[in-house]
């Protein structure tokens, strides 16, 4: 439960930090994409205070099928 308070509270400051809007309806979704997108371009100094685990279901709430599909393949994750 205090991981998925934490997850959330990183994804809106994620998205306020790096949209540099903080009127946004729903910052954790944004938050969440801007990581997507940063993790899949490699962009690990945006990324250093991020810590996505091992099954990113876990962290990712509300990206695509084929999305969680693409940051398993770059973790390595097998099924």
């Known amino acids: 439960m205090f991981l998925d ?10 998205a306020i930090k790096h949209n540099k809007n903080e009127s946004l309806e729903n910052d954790e979704v944004l938050g969440e994409k801007l990581i997507y997108q940063d993790f899949l371009a490699n962009k690990a100094e945006n990324l250093k205070n991020v810590r996505i685990p091992k099954n990113p279901r876990l ?3 509300h990206l695509s099928e084929e999305e969680i599909k693409k940051i398993e393949s770059k973790l390595g994750v097998k099924k």
């Open 59 to 61: 962290f990712f709430k």
């Open 5 to 14: 308070f934490h997850d959330k509270c990183l994804k809106e400051w994620y």
